[in-house]
């Protein structure tokens, strides 16, 4: 089975200064810890010391990206983090084009002999669109663990997956404030978080059924009071967002623009 290829090419200098320029003038440390946990689940911390500026903080995520061959990943991770910001949108649209070489190239193992004197015939990498989570809002929502249901919202994320039967995939939506910082689980609430503790809604990992799955047809419901926000009896609306996110074999293959909504409660 294939999972999602990562893309080891180096940055060109130009590149590299630019995405630098970009970060440098766009976070602060605070912020690309938040980036870290939420869009790479990674802990910043584990990779640079506390004690440096934000310059060598910058520099050292940009070269662990190229390292690790997740510059596509950082790219989509800082346009989520800060939406409209034209360094960040300059910087990283050119580097999503990498995406079509990341998840629809044709990969090939090492040569190896399978009778015919050839090499390993070529596999597609699965391939993925993600479009704006759709919320319902308003509806009773039941809890996956025999708590009471409560008012809430449907929420589903229209898109297909390609090219992945018989590979893992799991569906996530997490939510968050209009500028960006995520909201966090209650620490009583083990159902609707991610890894990271974030508050999160998503399917169960499954095997793709086909070599194309249609990803609206997978509904999702959280009650208002899993979102973790201060009550105030209905006096006070909340301006939130909802980002979905597409993990095959546990790799994150697409994400979605943020779908702006909002919560009395």
Request: with cysteine; glycine share 8%; charged share 15%.
């Amino acid at each position: 089975m294939t999972q999602p290829q990562r893309d080891y090419r180096q940055l060109t200098a130009a590149e590299r200064k630019q995405l630098y320029t970009a970060f440098s003038r766009t976070f602060d440390r605070q912020t690309l810890e938040v980036l870290f946990l939420t869009e790479l689940n990674e802990n910043l911390d584990m990779l640079v010391d506390q004690s440096v500026g934000l310059s060598q903080v910058v520099l050292e995520v940009i070269l662990w990206a190229e390292r690790e061959g997740r510059v596509v990943e950082l790219a989509y991770a800082a346009k989520q983090q800060a939406p409209g910001n034209p360094l960040i949108l300059q910087a990283c649209t050119a580097l999503e084009s990498r995406v079509t070489l990341v998840t629809d190239e044709v990969t090939t193992g090492p040569e190896e002999d399978f009778g015919g004197g050839g090499s390993r015939p070529p596999v597609f990498a699965p391939a993925a669109t993600l479009g704006m989570p759709v919320i319902v809002p308003n509806v009773m929502a039941l809890h996956p663990r025999g708590l009471p249901p409560g008012l809430g919202m449907n929420v589903a994320v229209p898109g297909t997956l390609q090219r992945a039967q018989g590979l893992s995939f799991q569906l996530v939506v997490r939510f968050g404030f209009l500028n960006g910082q995520m909201l966090m689980a209650a620490p009583q609430e083990m159902a609707f978080r991610d890894a990271t503790g974030c508050c999160a809604v998503g399917t169960m990992p499954a095997a793709a059924p086909s070599d194309a799955v249609d990803l609206s047809a997978l509904a999702m419901a959280i009650p208002y009071y899993a979102l973790n926000l201060a009550p105030t009896n209905g006096m006070m609306t909340y301006p939130l967002s909802a980002l979905g996110t597409l993990y095959v074999n546990n790799v994150l293959l697409a994400q979605s623009a943020s779908t702006p909504f909002s919560v009395r409660w």
